[in-house]
Every structure is written in structure tokens, then in C-alpha cells.
């Protein structure tokens, strides 16, 4: 069965800090994505990202940057010089086979908490 | 805005009632995704459809059951409601890039939050 372990709860850093949100995940599937999703106070859930299995290529987009290690099973994301509008819950997610015919869906973490203070 | 529309936004009721809950996919994507949202169980997936037919389902109550009709829009309805069925219930929609396998990222709705007293 497929599983995302966000360990970090919540963390609370000042602006302009670096910030970095660890996923560690759990699939025999050989091909697989992951995910990071971003839930502001608001409720929505807004994508952020999708990586393969096979690319481990880290990837930056601005002050967001992803690390994926297959070799340590992590697909951690760090903001660079933290802003406000940064504090969020963050979700990282794997999609993971439901059963033989191919279905999918998505498993997500418990979600880590982030809070930007000015 | 990701294009997914959710209704109601916001729902009060009592326990022992029933509610439906609207989702309205993205143009032209055919798989719906329900997922739930509580504070103990993070978010839980709940059931999928792709054009109109079940396609997989998690964790879903028997008292839940959902359906997508033919303009792809689809419900979730919950029935015999107890306190613990409250949550925000969050509908997704993807492009099915091919059968049986779904390589593009979900884009979900704000959610429905339902609040059972």
C-alpha cells in the first residue's frame, strides 16, 4: 500500500528565512508521481508540482525549489526567503495504484502547517 | 480558480439527515474525484468517476454513495448524518491522459465544508 509521512506538524519561521518541508513515501508501484499541493487559509487546494518516478531532476520554479532522492524515498520542497503569503498547510501526495485494472488515486500526507511571521 | 465548481459552500444539518453535495468538473475533463478532509484523518479519498461510470473507491461510508451524470457533473450524497461526517468534502476533476492510468495533477474545488450538529 502506498503511504506519505509528513512528520513536520507545523513549523513557524520569520520572513525572509528558507524553509524546508520534508515527504518521505511508500510504494512497491515502479512507476509512480508525486505531488505537492498548497492549502491556504482560504480552503482550496492549489497544485504545485508533479514528478515521475523516473526524473529525478530537482526542479526550481522562483523561491520553490523540490529535491527528489528515490534512493531515500523523500520529495521534500524548500521555499527560499519566506514570505508571508507562503503560510499555508502544505500537502505532499503519491499516486498510487487503487487495484489491478489500473485505477488511481491519490494518497496524501497528514500536511504540514507553515506559518510565515513577519 | 481551478475551474472546478463546488456547491454549497457551506452546510449546517442534524444529525439523521441527508445532503448532496455538487461538483462541476473542468471543461473536458472525465474523471471526479471526492475526497474528505477531517482533522484526525487528513485528507481521505472517497470515490472516483470516469465518464459516468464508478471507477475506484477508498474509504467510502455505506451511507455515502456518489454518481456522475452524462454532462459530467457529479454528486456526493450523504445520508443517516452523524457527528463525525463532519468535514470539508473536496471534489477534483483530471484530464484521464489514458485508460487506466492517470498521469495529470487533480485540480480541485474550495470545498464543501458540512457541519452536522
Known amino acids: 500500500a502506498q503511504k506519505v509521512t509528513q512528520a513536520q506538524t507545523e513549523i513557524s519561521v520569520v520572513e525572509k528565512e528558507d524553509v524546508t518541508l520534508d515527504c518521505v513515501y511508500e510504494?512497491?508501484?515502479?512507476?509512480?508521481?508525486l505531488f505537492w499541493y498548497k492549502q491556504p487559509p482560504s480552503g482550496e487546494l492549489v497544485f504545485l508540482i508533479r514528478r515521475n518516478s523516473f526524473d529525478e531532476q530537482n526542479e526550481i520554479s522562483g523561491r520553490y525549489s523540490w529535491n527528489f532522492q528515490k534512493s531515500t524515498s523523500s520529495f521534500n520542497f524548500t521555499i527560499t526567503a519566506s514570505q508571508v503569503v507562503d503560510s499555508a498547510v502544505y500537502f505532499c501526495?503519491?499516486?498510487?495504484?487503487?487495484?489491478?485494472?489500473?485505477?488511481?488515486?491519490?494518497?496524501f500526507g497528514k500536511g504540514t502547517k507553515l506559518t510565515v511571521n513577519p | 480558480d481551478s475551474g472546478v465548481t463546488q456547491t454549497p459552500k457551506h452546510l449546517i444539518t442534524a444529525t439523521g439527515q441527508r445532503v448532496t453535495l455538487r461538483c462541476s468538473p473542468r471543461?473536458?475533463?472525465?474523471?471526479v474525484y471526492w475526497y474528505q478532509q477531517s482533522l484526525d484523518q487528513g485528507l481521505q479519498f472517497l470515490i472516483q468517476?470516469?465518464?459516468?461510470?464508478?471507477?475506484a473507491k477508498g474509504n467510502i461510508l455505506e451511507r455515502f454513495s456518489a454518481q456522475q451524470f452524462p454532462d459530467l457533473h457529479s454528486e456526493l450524497n450523504l445520508s443517516s448524518l452523524e457527528l463525525g461526517d463532519s468535514a470539508l468534502y473536496f471534489c477534483?476533476?483530471?484530464?484521464?491522459?489514458?485508460?487506466?492510468?492517470?498521469?495529470?495533477?487533480?485540480?480541485f474545488g474550495e470545498g464543501s465544508r458540512l457541519t452536522v450538529l
Open positions: 468517476y470516469y465518464n459516468g461510470e464508478e471507477r
Open positions: 510504494t512497491r508501484d515502479t512507476t509512480y508521481y
Open positions: 477534483a476533476s483530471s484530464v484521464f491522459s489514458a485508460p487506466g492510468r492517470n498521469t495529470g495533477e487533480l485540480f
Open positions: 501526495a503519491l499516486s498510487g495504484l487503487v487495484d489491478q485494472g489500473g485505477s488511481e488515486k491519490l494518497v
Open positions: 471543461s473536458g475533463d472525465l474523471s
